[in-house]
């Protein structure tokens, strides 16, 4: 089974309009969550959230934990063409040392 | 800006060959990770190493695939034979330790024939 399910699996909005990226994980020792955006080659990374409810927050681009709840949302606000790329949510587990399971990503195009 | 490095960038090959993919960590990192990403499954973990110790490969078929830090600058993931369903965008990731973000290489796309 998934043990990161991100949705939707893609989106396509204009220019201007905010969108809200979704993360949800079931794992036994949680650690922390990482979102990347991915272009046309490396995923790059954006945020890592290990405390609920304390928000993340890089320009449009804001994040957001809850560990009650097990998800996490990724906001982007007045999208631009540029935020066009897939984005990938990640948990690492506390009894895997440092690796990331990935979810399957949401593929975000902006148009103009 | 430091950067993880991989080569080749692009590798097509018929199946039955061996490749090799080569990928330089950034200097100082001390965990190296395989992901394979494609369409239908997204990225997988194929292997794992901290200070070039093998950690976890489970995600790698055995028979065909095996994974070596010969050095703390070089990590080689190799296919021997290769099959078509071995295509795919093959990652290698570093890190400075334990509950840092992972760095990303720009990946080698690999197309068996």
């Known amino acids: 089974e998934d043990k990161v399910v991100q949705s939707p699996l893609s989106l396509v909005v204009h220019e201007g309009d905010t969108v809200t990226l979704n993360c949800s994980y079931e794992v036994t020792n949680f650690r922390s969550l990482l979102w990347y955006k991915q272009e046309k080659k490396a995923p790059t990374f954006l945020f890592m959230l290990?405390?609920?409810?304390i928000e993340k927050k890089s320009g449009r681009l804001s994040s957001i934990l809850d560990k009650k709840e097990l998800f996490s949302i990724l906001n982007i606000t007045a999208t631009q063409t540029g935020d066009s790329a897939i984005y990938l949510c990640a948990v690492r587990e506390g009894n895997a040392g440092n690796m990331l399971t990935f979810g399957g990503g949401t593929r975000l195009m902006v148009k103009p | 800006d430091a950067r993880v490095t991989q080569t080749p960038r692009h590798k097509v090959t018929e199946m039955g060959q061996e490749v090799t993919m080569r990928c330089q960590p950034i200097?100082?990192?001390?965990?190296v990770f395989w992901y394979r990403q494609t369409m239908m499954q997204g990225l997988e973990l194929l292997a794992y190493?901290?200070?070039?110790?093998?950690?976890?490969d489970s995600g790698m078929p055995k028979d065909r695939f095996s994974a070596e830090m010969p050095d703390a600058t070089l990590a080689t993931l190799k296919i021997q034979p290769s099959e078509p369903r071995d295509s795919a965008v093959y990652f290698c990731a570093s890190g400075p330790g334990l509950g840092s973000p992972l760095h990303f290489g720009n990946g080698t796309r690999l197309t068996v024939t």
């Open positions: 290990t405390s609920s409810g």
């Open positions: 190493f901290r200070n070039r110790a093998p950690l976890d």
């Open positions: 200097l100082g990192h001390n965990t």
